[in-house]
């Protein structure tokens, strides 16, 4: 019976450990004022009729820490590009010279870094809803074990544990990121 008890509680932890990694990734599309390429992530490109992630069709640089690159296999596709990087609506200005895009970033002002840091804020409640899901499920899952109160109130009490060490995770990286939002 404690096998079904540990599958329950391993089964937790995976869950919440993918809600922590599912927040990180989507704060990497939240920028905070230097250039990444994770900030073109979203961009699709019309290549051949077929809508096409822009990591498919070029290579995304960081030439400084407020420009982008983006480097196309195929010269004829740098209209397709800037066109698709418009189309994102990430609010970034396309330039091309010919031979590649050229994406300048332009600094952050004050309430849109504070828009930003609302939107991080936004991000770390769902995983934590998530989190929370899973401790739900999971306690829900013991309870139709055949167990000792003992052990429910136990096993219980474990899976807490890791619902608050996962919060306190995601509260982690949601400080880091507004403090690197936040910073001019």
Known sequence: MNEDIEFIIDTANELMQKAIEHFEFELTHIRAGKASPTMLSSVKVEYYGASTPLTQVANVNTLDAHTLTVQPFDKSLIQEIEKGIMVANL?????????SVIINIPVLTEERRIELAKQAKSECEKAKISIRNDRKEANSDLKKLDISEDLLKNSETDIQELTDKYIKKADEILARKEKEIMTV
């Open 91 to 99: 609010g970034l200005n396309p330039m091309n010279n010919g031979e």
